[in-house]
DNA sequence: GAGCGATATATTCTATAGATTCCTGATGGC
DNA sequence: GCCATCAGGAATCTATAGAATATATCGCTC
């Protein structure tokens, strides 16, 4: 597909890859000399690839001073759901509006997708992921505002990355698979309100689950076995 | 105040400035080796100025192709006002519930400002918009949802520059501020809800007015003096 | 002779290595 | 105990070399 075969986009997606594994964890300084050496290139691709990775939120950088992973904390989790909330309706609303026949009916395939995943690998979150993301991207096809598009998906790397880390609840998943059918419903009614109230109702839950997770993770100190840190090691410095 | 003084910040500034200038018109080539002249500096700074610009929407660049002014057709101009709607009422509801009587008084005293200047220099965009940010940065002064501002102030700047370029109507001005003032009393009376859809009114009518002054320059190939252009010669090549 | 495709050239972005500037933390003087 | 100065380290910048892309020319086919 996107063939960007330069350097910075290589070491762009390896440093994103190697974040969202949790080998460099949230908090961890990004100094260009170490990044430059470990992925084998020189300093200047790596800062365009801090660069790039600011952009999609994955790293925050100082002048003068370097780059670190961004943490993901309560208020953060709890700004990028609220941002979704925001802007998630005016996607809904439209495709209520310009929905063919065709549209509907592979939407309505998307949703029992998903409800077949959740119903036989309801604690595989990449399977899910992937299912849902189907199912979303569905309304996204002929959206024209490709900033509001852009904001989306500006931070929802980061945030799948550490929801991917967190338990799951087969009632969440069964709930979502709910929601999905209601707002399919809602589409097919073309009923804009209340699709635009479902997709709400939707992400706030997600929010407040994930939110939730985050919290029984740090009570129990539980963690989740698969997608785990791997070897710390592989970083010369800690 | 913020004094980022790397070379690649200045050479941000003053390619900024020369875009909200004109002198770097919208779809303009930004050549690297031409910009390293133009401000004296080798290419990695330009670079590193190209992507903070893309970042704020001033730039869009392509990989092995090069960077260009934005082009601000009605299109990206429906599609910021239209993010604005969605972000703005997650302002205007939390300034709602925190305001102290302090706040409200100095919401009061910068929409009367406003006001004022809309009463003695209503043609004078750069006084407008000062006021006009005064009032609107109050309800941003304790807002926690840092994410959802970088959105909203993301585009702001090139929308601004290309609307300073537009005519102003004496009637809209009175509308803005009689919007100001219907804010405040729903801010005052503590309704959320009225005061969020007084916001989104108020956007609404921005925007729609700064895509009327589009069409209109467009049709009259009218275009407002000041602010123009200056000297395009300023730029080695066309 | 006109249209199409391939090669060659020119332009521009991209990457490297070394020099420079800036920040941070530590040491010594007041 | 506090402030100024200095050393170490990291980010930033310059200059140059290396790829990638777009453009123009030439030769071939129809």
Redesign the interface.
Known sequence: MSK?S?LS?RVTNDLRRDIVAGILPPGAWLKTEELAARYAVSA?PV??AL?RL??EGFVVAN??QGARVRMVDD??V???F??RE??E??FVRRFCQRATPEDLDRLRAAAADFATVAREQPTDFDALDAANRDFHSIMLEGE?????IE?MQR?AGLINATRAKLPIMPSRVRQRVAQHTEMVEAIVAADADAAARVAVDHIRAAGEDMLSQMRQVRLTGSRVARNQPARKDDLPAG
């Open positions: 960007n330069s986009h200047n800062r365009e660069w600011q952009g002048p003068n208020d953060f709890r700004n990028i609220e941002l925001a802007i309706p005016i024209i505002n490709v900033q509001a904001v931070y």
